[in-house]
């Protein structure tokens, strides 16, 4: 065997173990999704309170299993259901009685969150007497303080706490 004939065998070689190690090499450890390094049970526990003074006071407690391509949910107030309208590019949304509860696709643990709408009872001055001034306009001649009640969203994000099913 001649000098080159050998010097093509050993980089034939060469290649062919390069184009082996980059083919064969171990799956990146970042090429997991986040989700995926997250599967499991969580718990959460919130106390969600409306403002004023008379406020609202709503405990929002249960657990949610994050699974390879999906979240399911078991919440107090319930019962939850799957939100259909939820899309694939979109947040997982449950409705789970008034509160909504949405998990972020890429990292559902990190990014869930819970919105609800609330009664706040709260005060307005209300003209309770009405009087003609001298140039012919009706103005107010008594005002009172009036307790009205109104919805407010309240919302925030849900902290969760990996451990085993409570249930």
Not at 4 to 32: H, Q
Not at 50 to 72: K, N
Not at 113 to 137: F, K, L, P, Q, W
Request: contains cysteine; positive net charge; aromatic residues 6%.
């Amino acid at each position: 065997m001649s000098a080159m004939s050998n010097r093509r065998s050993c980089l034939g070689w060469i290649a062919a173990a390069l184009v082996m190690a980059v083919g064969c090499r171990a799956p990146s450890s970042t090429g997991a999704t986040p989700a995926a390094r997250r599967l499991g049970v969580y718990r959460f526990s919130e106390r969600v309170v409306a403002p004023g003074a008379d406020a609202e006071v709503m405990d929002i407690e249960g657990e949610f299993v994050v699974l390879a391509d999906t979240v399911t949910v078991d919440a107090r107030p319930g019962p939850c259901r799957y939100d259909t309208r939820t899309t694939g590019a979109g947040p997982i949304t449950y409705l789970c009685g008034e509160v909504t509860l949405t998990f972020d696709r890429q990292d559902p643990v990190e990014r869930a969150s819970y919105a609800v709408d609330m009664h706040a009872r709260g005060t307005e001055t209300v003209c309770i007497r009405y009087t003609t001034n001298a140039a012919g306009r009706q103005v107010c001649a008594q005002t009172a303080n009036q307790v009205v009640d109104r919805k407010v969203r309240q919302s925030g994000r849900l902290r969760a706490i990996r451990g085993p099913s409570g249930a």
